[in-house]
């Protein structure tokens, strides 16, 4: 079957798709499946956040993770023996993929959720906040684990007050269907698929409103010089390997055809402005001054092939960071 993981060693079909009417075909939409939660949150103690708290809420999320599920505390992921089965090395060390040649030397594959913090650099004690989580592929299986240890990192703190908190509704976005509820699990997701996803009408011009940064690189360093392609370039690499690593399934379509028609789409409005913020890192023990794009941009051109690419993306996210919040966007049709 084609994009089954089995039979091919290319990560896109170099050759023009004949009749390519868009470069997300329906049928590996049909098999990229996500969950979109929210989880609801009451401060139980003062709460100081970072200007951006994606990083804050991720590194927190994975230390509580790590701590509930870890059944080899002095062991490196990497070489644990258990690796292959366990939740933590799943969704937050997600392993190189060597029976896939053509990703067998990424060594960072993308992780299988994005986190959405809310907006704000203090909660107070009694008050609410809502943080977005978005799960991909065979990590939903994984969802119960992951409530678990978002209602354990409450009790171990948050931000430089080590702020505590109390999850007391996770519930599906859209549908609103409890999943965690007086404080037990009601019912786990069976998932959605990405071809069931509504479409924006798009034919000749778009416009994208970046409202977390938006960092990709250009020769090492990030930039504002953003053009249509580069956008594209970024969102089908994430999204073709957030499928290989956790949907089992190849993105089979022309890439270098992708890149082509995206390079001829022109850049009409740019309205993106830079936007610094400071990050901790766990991995690294130091702070860190990170950087990237917010605002709007617009394209005009032939847009209709990536309509679904960018439909998708809206979920996904673009850029580095992608996975703690950076990069979101909201596609503007014509006529808003």
């Known amino acids: 079957m084609m994009g089954n993981l089995q039979n091919t060693g290319k990560d896109f079909d170099p050759e023009p798709c004949v009749d390519q009417k868009d470069y997300l075909p329906v049928e590996f939409l049909s098999h990229f499946k ?3 939660l929210a989880l609801h949150c009451t ?3 003062e709460i100081f956040l970072p200007d951006y708290s994606g990083s804050t809420f991720r590194g927190l999320f994975g230390h509580a993770l790590k701590g509930l599920v870890c ?3 002095n062991t490196q992921c990497p070489s644990c023996p258990i690796a292959g089965r366990c939740t933590y090395t799943a ?3 997600v392993m190189q993929r060597k029976d896939l040649a053509i990703y067998r030397n990424v060594t960072d594959p993308p992780r299988p959720f994005v986190l959405s913090p809310p907006v704000g650099t203090q909660v107070r004690p009694g008050e609410k906040f809502t943080v977005g989580l978005t799960v991909f592929g065979n990590a939903v299986q994984h969802i119960p684990w992951l409530i678990q240890a978002f209602i354990r990192a409450g009790g171990i703190g948050l931000g430089r007050a080590m702020g505590l908190f109390d999850v007391f509704l996770v519930e ?3 549908s609103r269907k409890p999943v965690y509820y007086d404080e037990k699990l009601q019912a786990l997701p069976l998932g959605n698929f990405a071809a069931q996803m509504p479409l924006p009408r798009l034919n000749k011009t778009v416009s994208m409103v970046f409202d977390t940064p938006l960092r990709i690189k250009s020769n090492g360093s990030v930039t504002s010089q953003i053009g249509f392609s580069d956008i594209a370039r970024h969102l089908m690499r994430r999204i073709a390997q957030i499928s ?3 949907c089992d399934y190849l993105l089979d379509t022309d890439f270098a055809g992708a890149v082509r028609s995206a390079e001829k789409v022109l850049t009409t409005k740019h309205d993106l402005r830079w936007y610094g913020f400071k990050r901790w890192s766990n991995r690294q023990k130091k702070s860190m001054t990170l950087g990237g794009v917010v605002g709007s941009i617009s394209f005009a051109g032939d847009i209709k092939p990536f309509q679904r690419l960018l439909a ?3 979920m996904c996210h673009v850029g580095k960071g992608a996975t703690f919040g950076l990069g979101r966007y909201q596609i503007i049709q014509e006529g808003q």
Do not use: K, M, S
Request: charged share 20%; hydrophobic share 50%.
């Open 91 to 93: 969704v937050f060390e």
């Open 43 to 45: 401060a139980q103690t």
């Open 71 to 73: 059944a080899a505390r």
């Open 34 to 36: 996500f969950v979109n």
């Open 172 to 174: 599906e976005t859209g």
């Open 244 to 246: 290989a690593f956790h």
């Open 312 to 314: 998708l993306g809206e």
